[in-house]
Structure formats: structure tokens, C-alpha cells
């Protein structure tokens, strides 16, 4: 059980924090400053929560080398899907090399001596 949902706990953790930072752009003609950092940190009390917890449980099933990979793939994945469709950004093929190569790098990072 914990096999998938910690990965998958992480990359809802992941939605979050790229939601934080990202979101607010859309809206930065309608939101001062102070609004937006409002509504980020609105945004990532929750996410913090899920992290930790995901982490925690995490723990022991994976390293903390593997958790953290988890977390930096998620959040590059994240945040290329909210620039992609919060902010209408593309995804180039560049983009989509990079996705290999993070996975390729996961699988490197995943694999068991």
C-alpha cells in the first residue's frame, strides 16, 4: 500500500506547492502583493501537511534519497502542468526530454542493490 501511496500523496503535495507558487500569476493584475502571499500561503499550509505525512510514512518503505527524488520530480511535473494550463505556457519538446531524463533518474535512484 504504501508502495504507491506515498509517491502518489507526494505528487498531490507537489499539485499544491506549484498551484502556490504559480497560481497567483494568473491573477496579477487583480491581486496586490499581500493578497497573493495570502493566498499562497493559504495554499500551502494544506500541501505542508501532506508532505510531512507522506514523508513520515514514506519513511523506512523508501530512503529519505528516494522520498526527496520523489519530491523534486513531482514538483518539476507540477509546475510544468500549472505554467501549462493555469498559465497557457507550452510544453516544448525540450520540456519533454527533460521528463525523460528525470525519469530515467528515478530509476536510477529507485532501483535496489
Not at 47 to 76: I, K, P
Not at 87 to 105: K, M, Q, S
Request: aromatic share 12%.
Amino acid at each position: 500500500m504504501k508502495l504507491i501511496a506515498v509517491p502518489l500523496m507526494i505528487l498531490a503535495s507537489g499539485a499544491f506547492m506549484a498551484t502556490a507558487w504559480l497560481g497567483h500569476l494568473r491573477f496579477r493584475n487583480g491581486l496586490s502583493f499581500w493578497s497573493a502571499l495570502a493566498l499562497s500561503w493559504t495554499i500551502v499550509l494544506p500541501e505542508y501537511a501532506l508532505n510531512v505525512y507522506a514523508t513520515r510514512l514514506g519513511y523506512g518503505t523508501y530512503t529519505g534519497a528516494q522520498m526527496a527524488s520523489f519530491h523534486l520530480c513531482a514538483g518539476v511535473i507540477c509546475v510544468a502542468l500549472v505554467s501549462r494550463f493555469v498559465l497557457d505556457e507550452p510544453i516544448e519538446t525540450r520540456h519533454v526530454f527533460g521528463f525523460v531524463l528525470l525519469a530515467a533518474g528515478m530509476v536510477l535512484v529507485l532501483k535496489r542493490s
